[in-house]
């Protein structure tokens, strides 16, 4: 079954700066790819998501990269605020024809974001 | 428009006892699946539903867990004889196909 693998565990900046995170999957019919970020205590949002067929997306100060044949992707968050201090997952998914599986979830990078 | 909502937000309960938490999607959604997420881990998949089917209930960990969606809106999902193992926090999500949006999750502690 699919496996997701997310790096840092935790990663600290300064306000300003570019934070990256980094997933790999193993499951190459794996198709979909969303990024939620988790407040503490709160729901997952979220943030940004790509589908195979792209290989970046870009929304504001947040982007994700796709590299197939590597299978992985990334999130960047360019000129980071202290509101974007949370944990951050990685999941992988299918959807064809109308099905669509469940998320497999990376275990997560906790962001700090130091004013 | 309403999100996913979930009830009870918290419950404590005592080990060897029933619960049943409810989760109400977004109206329309057609996929509503079931999470388990421990304390500093990622969301574990649990059970799935496309309207009234449940399709996928692989990630269920033990015959004690069991979850219904009898008329394809709202879902319960009921733990019987609660061990401690159980205590985590339960997030439900609903799909229109491949977006995922999340409930506030109930958070389970048995004690």
């Known amino acids: 079954g699919e496996n997701v693998e997310q790096h840092p565990s935790t990663l600290s900046v300064q306000e300003g700066d570019s934070a990256v995170i980094k997933c790999t999957y193993s499951d190459s019919a794996s198709n979909y790819f969303p990024w939620y970020k988790q407040e503490l205590g709160k729901r997952p949002q979220l943030i940004i998501d790509?589908?195979?067929?792209?290989g970046e997306k870009k929304d504001q100060r947040i982007a994700v990269t796709l590299n197939k044949t590597a299978k992985h992707f990334s999130l960047h968050i360019t000129e980071t605020q202290p509101e974007d201090s949370a944990v951050y997952f990685c999941?992988?998914?299918?959807?064809?024809?109308?099905?669509?599986?469940?998320?497999?979830f990376g275990k997560g990078t906790k962001l700090s974001v130091k004013p | 428009g309403a999100g996913v909502s979930q009830s009870p937000r918290y419950k404590v309960a005592k080990r060897g006892q029933d619960v049943a938490l409810r989760c109400d999607p977004i109206s329309g959604h057609v996929s509503l699946f079931w999470y388990q997420q421990a304390l500093g881990q990622g969301p574990e998949f649990l059970t799935y539903f496309q309207n009234e089917a449940q399709l996928d209930k692989s990630g269920l960990p033990s015959d004690r867990f069991f979850a219904e969606r009898p008329e394809g809106s709202v879902s319960t999902l009921k733990i019987q004889r609660t061990q401690q193992e159980d205590s985590a926090v339960y997030l439900c999500?609903?799909?229109?196909?491949?977006?995922?949006?999340f409930g506030p999750g109930t958070r389970l502690l048995v004690l």
């Open positions: 790509i589908r195979s067929n792209v």
């Open positions: 999941a992988a998914s299918w959807a064809y024809g109308g099905s669509q599986g469940n998320l497999i």
């Open positions: 999500a609903s799909s229109p196909i491949e977006t995922q949006y």
